[in-house]
């Protein structure tokens, strides 16, 4: 079993930024692939980004290329989301997801372990 926790969500203002951080506990010795996924208010869940256990980074949402990087300490077992240049349409409930094959998060959408969420809101 692997828990993860995020924190760092919150109020921003447009063009503001923001760092989202994953905590990982557990069974944190296997090679897992960690996410960062987001729900939009109404809207269903988007896969944000992944990164694996060797720190290859994959971001999936056009929208957010180029202005948000996913990072990594495997020492610290922990993942961040550094988040640029923020608009409106990026509030969500942002969820840390964790798995050890990067096909049940990135294809099958289905990663075997999920955070609590964290609220990113965004204002104009």
């Known amino acids: 079993q692997v828990q993860l926790v995020e924190s760092g969500g919150g109020l921003v203002q447009a063009g503001g930024s923001l760092r989202l951080s994953c905590a990982a506990s557990?069974?944190?010795?296997?090679?897992?692939?960690m996410a960062w996924f987001r729900q939009p208010p109404g809207k269903e869940r988007q896969l944000v980004s992944a990164i694996t256990h060797g720190g290859a980074q994959f971001i999936y949402l056009d929208s957010v290329k180029g202005r948000f990087t996913t990072s990594r300490d495997n020492a610290k077992n922990t993942m961040w989301l550094q988040m640029d240049r923020l608009k409106p349409e990026d509030t969500a409930t942002y969820y840390c997801a964790a798995d050890d094959l990067l096909r049940r998060i990135a294809v099958d959408g289905r990663p075997e372990y999920w955070g609590q969420g964290t609220q990113v809101t965004v204002s104009s």
């Open positions: 557990g069974h944190t010795d296997s090679r897992i692939t």
